[in-house]
């Protein structure tokens, strides 16, 4: 689907990408947003793919927050959106939106990757608020019961338990420090920033339980990495034994 807003990027406005395969809410989320002095719609999309062809259109250098509604349909629903999302833009703040009736479908997004939920029952000025304290850097909750913390939380803790598989992009980047290079040096060959592959190793770090980069590829090479995507071997902790780096800071 197309962009819907021009200029905004230019008036550093906040662009928000709404993703919501029930056009009603869609369209009404879409013209809710529109009429804040500092938000655009930037993009909307009813799928998955439509999302990331959206987001590939759009300014890089732009302040974006991506609205994910849950119960997208098809094989990549939005468990898949969120986590492509956060391999392929992992700074992009992420809010997950719905209209659910307990919190393990908002615990599942969490945990793939989302910073945080609004509920469409939200008064719209707290729903906006969200919106804004999400492209900040917060970690929203918003419009739910309180006697839901406790069993998201719970329900957290209980996908915590079995240690996270990492994504394609993660796997690149872990290989490729593996053979030394710094973090320069990965983002040319992988065609990214280095802030990127930064933001990707501190990702993998936290996946993996570890202090940092010598800690991740050890933890790897002891198996924490096979099987973590079909096909890939395990990572030898010894090519980089000789040679000790820490990533640079963003």
Do not use: C
Request: aromatic share 4%.
């Amino acid at each position: 689907m197309a962009t819907r807003a021009k200029g905004w990027a230019e008036r550093g406005m906040l662009g928000v990408v709404v993703v919501e395969h029930l056009a009603m809410i869609r369209a009404g989320t879409a013209l809710m947003i529109s009429e804040q002095p500092d938000m655009a719609v930037a993009a909307e999309a009813d799928t998955a793919d439509a999302a990331m062809a959206a987001l590939r259109r759009l300014p890089k250098r732009s302040t974006l927050v991506v609205l994910v509604g849950l119960g997208l349909p098809g094989e990549r629903d939005e468990r898949w959106l969120i986590r492509t999302i956060r391999d392929t833009h992992p700074t992009l703040p992420i809010l997950a939106t719905g209209n659910v009736s307990d919190g393990r479908d908002i615990s599942r997004a969490l945990f793939m990757g989302a910073d945080g939920f609004v509920h469409h029952g939200a008064e719209p000025d707290r729903f906006l608020d969200a919106l804004r304290r999400t492209a900040q850097g917060s970690v929203v909750l918003e419009g739910l019961p309180k006697n839901w913390f406790g069993p998201i939380a719970d329900e957290l803790t209980t996908h915590q338990a079995v240690p996270p598989a990492l994504t394609d992009r993660e796997v690149e980047v872990l290989q490729a420090a593996a053979e030394g290079l710094t973090a320069r040096q990965i983002g040319s060959r992988l065609g990214v920033r280095e802030r990127t592959v930064t933001t990707h190793l501190s990702r993998i770090y936290k996946k993996l339980g570890a202090s940092g980069r010598i800690a991740a590829i050890s933890a790897a090479g002891g198996g924490s990495l096979a099987g973590t995507i079909p096909g890939r071997p395990a990572l030898a902790s010894a090519s980089v034994a000789a040679r000790p780096h820490r990533p640079r800071t963003a």
